[in-house]
């Protein structure tokens, strides 16, 4: 798996130190080993490679965090190209299912990665809300956010996505989120591609969600994990 990683540097692995590209590679490993991949749609194929790069989302969205595999999803499924989704009747580029699975596009989630500064990654995004659910979920990874963090988050998004209803933010996509899971999600996905201009746009939220995954993107520094899990 080191080698995929090597071949394959993300900005925020290159910007972690030795012992946390480590911890990375290894929480890694144990994440592919825990799921399913099952690819769907003429001529698709799981490869090994992208089966590290869908694993590197949930691990760097956790990093920060205890170990967690979001133990209640454990299948991918992945498609080509935008899937017809027959429960809500029409295209989608991602999803995650409450029956277990989480559904990706390939060539959107190529594109997410294609750019790591424009704010848009569809891995962290469905990441983001496997994250959410999977912190509510009756199962061994159950309430592993923190209860102060997280009640503050969910505060501050409800009063800032109503904010923003009348205030519009240079975030679009937070503007638009229908609900406080689209905007965590869209938050995560700002917070790691535009972490600098989160923070200096929004500083409560960016400072809430660092407080939240225990990560500080927009630190200048190697280190990028604010404390010991």
Request: hydrophobic fraction near 40%; charged fraction near 25%.
């Amino acid at each position: 798996m080191r080698l995929v990683l090597q071949l394959h540097p993300t900005p925020y692995y290159k910007a972690l130190n030795q012992q946390q590209q480590l911890e990375f590679e290894d929480r890694l490993v144990r994440f592919i080993q825990l799921k399913q991949f099952v690819p769907r749609g003429k001529g698709m194929e799981v490869t090994t490679e992208m089966k590290v790069k869908i694993a590197a989302c949930a691990v760097q969205l956790t990093l920060g965090l205890r170990e967690i595999h979001f133990a209640h999803f454990k299948t991918f499924i992945i498609y080509p190209d935008r899937y017809y989704s027959t429960i809500y009747k029409q295209y989608h580029c991602g999803e995650v299912n409450m029956r277990g699975l989480i559904v990706l596009s390939w060539r959107d989630f190529e594109i997410g990665n294609y750019n790591p500064k424009d704010g848009l990654n569809l891995g962290l995004h469905e990441m983001a809300h496997a994250l959410h659910l999977e912190n509510s979920i009756r199962n061994q990874e159950y309430d592993f956010l923190n209860r102060a963090y997280l009640q503050h988050w969910t505060v501050l998004s409800e009063s800032e996505r109503q904010r923003m209803q009348l205030e519009k933010s240079i975030f679009r996509r937070l503007c638009t989120a229908p609900d406080e899971h689209e905007f965590f999600a869209v938050a995560v996905e700002l917070f790691f591609e535009l972490p600098q201009l989160l923070k200096q746009e929004h500083p409560e939220i960016y400072s809430s969600l660092a407080r939240l995954l225990n990560q500080d993107p927009a630190a200048k520094v190697t280190h990028q994990i604010i404390q010991t899990a």
